[in-house]
């Protein structure tokens, strides 16, 4: 098989077959075939699309690249959810602990942010002692003990997708919805969960701008993860603007606390409740949707939740109370310029100026400062008078803040009138 | 500015500006930017074409990544041609000594074979001594004093088109006519010419398969050439079976000798004269087609074209007599197994045969065979008897010499009526 046949077949619209699929990717797992090959065979893909078959093929060869968990010891399902990543979104880290005090085992392997969109690891890095790295070992003990454990991707988990998303992201073959689905399913697949929730984000701060291109990407999903034998269900919710109010490590960790408390934003404890809600019912506990947020609502209400997510947190090592975060060291407030309503907020360009603050990194070597970032306190349809403050920056100095105050001052649109009402979760495929 | 932007824009279908896509070529150029990085700009660019002004843009970035050679010192017009490859194509070999016999100068720097189609360097080494590698200075001082000379590319001229070609060979990236026209008219330029004749060759055996195509290769071509102030003329030409006769290095040698002695086969015979007649009119003797056909059968007649040919190869360290060439152990003759016309001839099948026989390469480390080849003797329309001799094998050994036997009878198609006439040159695109 000759891989310069295999690329000018692709390019020319010609589907590849399962064998052919394998020989590629298999291939550059084990570095027998040039980053300069595949790169061109990925931007082949991304330009010509992939069939159904090629999909499915793709997904189960990056699977069967490496080690695939399997939790089926465990007395209960095991559930995972995913998010295909935006502003603020520190969703995973309450629905975890949430389920798990449903009676669930949530064994989840996540990632780090890149460009304006946060990552659930990094986040989780701003809690002093946290561990992010644990083995295969300890991994699934802490799951069985525990109930969950949040964990980065092993070398030995679906290797190939790691080389293959870092060829993608230098050689701009990062946004194609079949190369997306085989990345996030190979590894949720590979996870070892019998239930999964897929929080496809739409809109300014995510991948997906369009509801559209979110559903084809929610019904790929989908389909691979039956054809797995998973429990699969999408969410498909709004990331037109940051989702609750902190963007950035220790304020999203001091949000994710306080939701579990049930103070949380509006919006953002609307999403975890509804997400929740689902994965209770996937599972084998044998609820509806209705009873899986009743028991959601009360596992926030009788602090469950709230023990069992110190417990996750100590058990990886890490300081779960508030009082151990790190703080910026300058706060300054954004206030309304006029009297109005919130319009928009560019979650964009919000996730942006948290990275200019050092909320995110804009290579990958990038070091992160936790302490710093934006609480966006008004949000789409509030009501706001002139000098009201609108947003809060908390960054390392006063410099930072002052170009961060103008960037988050510009994302905020005011109108005269009350937008339309949209609710956080837009359309749910199952 | 970020490759990934720039790779991004073209696969959006989005225009490179023009120092985009010097920093693209120079960087890769100068090892700056990684080989996967241009492979996904270059699939890009084969999907999503190039305009008029990124052609331009790109061609010129090659031409000035090296050295560009100056020959305004000498008292005539320098001349070059470039054919895009065929099977059977020693054109080149004797256009030149033609037009140089007839006063033109004529500096060319050509190319190996690869796949089915020869190389003028490769045909050249079949004769004993002959050196395809001079310094400029040599290279200068022969076209001085003898007219001409023909030499393989050095480092220093259009270092990109190397590095470009070299990464497009092996990333399926080759078949696309902005490449191709960059890639010809950077090197065609950076030699010196001041006036150049493209032979682009359609059909079976070429890279273009239709006449639409070489249409648009020729264009762009003429566009570029004049862009560059050189004087242009475009030939299409069949290369739907082999050109002449012989197939094969040290046999296309041979063949070009006796057309230099007025001996070679009518249509290869009608291209030379043609292709030399652009040449002598585009110059500066103020001489048109007419005439320049009559100067070129002229210098054939009087043996002036065969002398400089001889004093050429002289030059370049070459024994010139055609009793130095070597010659094939076996020659075994294909026969007709019917009765009927020669309706056509497979190009491609017939140099793919004589890549078998070694008179080619499959990889670039290949070594050549310089006595085998085929000697395809009917051409299409012919009309041939049960039993005669369609081609001759020639071949190292008996076992090899009845493969090739057996692919070029599978090449020749034979029919009870006589094709339509189709002349060699096809179109002419001034």
């Not at 082949?44 to 490496?66: F, K």
């Not at 994710?256 to 084998?284: K, M, N, Q, W």
């Not at 417990?311 to 060291?329: H, K, N, S, V």
Request: charged share 25%; with cysteine.
């Amino acid at each position: 098989m000759l891989v310069t046949d295999l690329i000018r077949r692709k390019r020319d619209g010609v589907e590849l077959q399962r064998n052919e699929i394998e020989f590629l990717v298999n291939g550059y797992t084990r570095d027998e075939i040039p980053d300069y090959q595949i790169s061109s065979w990925l931007m082949a893909v991304l330009l010509r699309g992939m069939t159904r078959a090629e999909l499915a093929a793709l997904t189960e060869t990056m699977l069967n690249s490496g080690q695939v968990l399997d939790f089926s010891e465990l007395d209960a399902a095991k559930t995972d959810k995913h998010s295909t990543g935006g502003v603020g979104d520190k969703t995973s880290l309450i629905i975890t602990p949430i389920v798990a005090a449903g009676g669930l085992y949530v064994p989840m392997i996540s990632g780090r942010g890149l460009g304006h969109t946060g990552g659930t690891l990094d986040k989780l890095e701003s809690i002093p002692g946290f561990r992010v790295e644990l083995t295969t070992d300890e991994f699934l003990q802490q799951v069985r003990e525990v109930g969950l454990a949040i964990i980065g991707q092993s070398a030995n988990l679906v290797p190939a997708d790691k080389l293959l998303y870092g060829l993608r992201d230098v050689t701009a073959t990062v946004d194609n919805v079949s190369l997306i689905a085989a990345s996030i399913m190979s590894k949720k697949i590979a996870a070892g969960a019998d239930a999964i929730v897929l929080d496809v984000k739409v809109g300014d701060g995510a991948f997906m701008k369009t509801v559209e291109d979110a559903r084809e990407l929610a019904r790929m999903m989908l389909e691979l993860g039956r054809h797995a034998g998973r429990e699969v269900v999408c969410v498909l919710t709004d990331m037109d603007q940051p989702l609750g109010y902190a963007v950035g490590n220790a304020l999203e960790i001091r949000e994710t606390i306080a939701t579990l408390r049930g103070e949380g934003p509006p919006d953002f404890t609307e999403l975890v409740l509804a997400a929740s809600a689902h994965l209770l019912a996937l599972s084998d506990l044998e609820i509806g949707q209705e009873q899986g947020r009743d028991r959601a609502a009360a596992a926030v209400q009788d602090g469950t939740a709230l023990a069992t997510y110190e417990r996750w947190i100590a058990a990886q090592g890490g300081d779960p109370r508030e009082a151990a975060l790190q703080t910026a060291p300058e706060v300054r407030q954004v206030l309304a310029p006029t009297k109005g309503f919130v319009r928009s907020i560019g979650a964009t360009a919000v996730g942006m100026a948290a990275l200019r603050l050092g909320a995110g990194r804009q290579t990958k070597d990038d070091a992160i400062d936790h302490a710093v970032g934006i609480r966006c306190l008004m949000k789409r349809g509030d009501a706001v008078e002139a000098g009201e403050v609108l947003a809060e920056v908390h960054a390392r100095d006063d410099e930072s803040a002052k170009l961060a105050e103008a960037e988050v001052l510009e994302a905020y649109e005011l109108a005269d009138e009350a937008p339309a009402a949209r609710p956080i979760v837009l359309e749910t495929i199952a």
